[in-house]
């Protein structure tokens, strides 16, 4: 099988109890090449994969050292083109949401459902509804608490802001609707949120949940006071 190429990333940076973050990066065009994370928590020596992201030989290694790779979780539909890479080289289990039409979906995956069982202790997951593609976050029970997000909720706010990002992306981010802050996502909101006052409930909801930092798909971690940061990307996002 053909797998996309292995692009500019770190090794696997620990930033939580039992949570690691991989800095890469996505290519969708020639001129354009942007931040791209993947997550990995690790639940009794058992690696899950949250929105993979392809490495190389040494980043694989350094990956292997945590831990045993067990499952592959895609937290929301555009982030499945380094899916097959990791499902072929260990044959881990595989959970998303029923729905997702941007990658397939393997045979025999585990559906994510709110309030439902994840591959790993001590979590909760979110699910988005009025939305054209499912997407979810979830929240890891640690001290402090930490918001694992995809696509809706993305920050800019903590250096290095947008690592492996080219410099022509990186000049036009502001420009485009992507500052050096914690946001919601506005081409996700354009492109699979189908009622707008819905989302907004969602995200009410949402910020019921008690955390102190964030890690998403893009951008950096953000360790500290991270609800207030959602809070303050809410009301520019809905007002």
Known sequence: MTYPDTLPHDLPREIAE???VVHGCVKPSPMVRFTRNMAVVRDHGELTLIDPVRMDAAGLAALEALGEVRHVLRLGPMHG???PFYLDRYNPEFW???GGKQYPTPAGYHPLTEGAELPFSRA???AFKYMSEPEGAILLHRSPNVLLTCDGIQSYATPPHTPHTNGLTRF???FIGFPRKTL???VWMKLFVEDRD???????RLLQFDFDQLLAAHGTFVERDAHAEVQRAFDKMFG
């Not at 819905?198 to 009410?204: D, I, L, R």
């Open 18 to 20: 039992d949570l690691f």
């Open 81 to 83: 083109m380094d899916d």
């Open 96 to 98: 998303t949401f029923e």
């Open 124 to 126: 909760t997951l979110f």
């Open 172 to 174: 036009l981010m502001p």
């Open 184 to 186: 919601i996502g506005p």
């Open 198 to 204: 819905g989302m907004k409930t969602e995200f009410q």
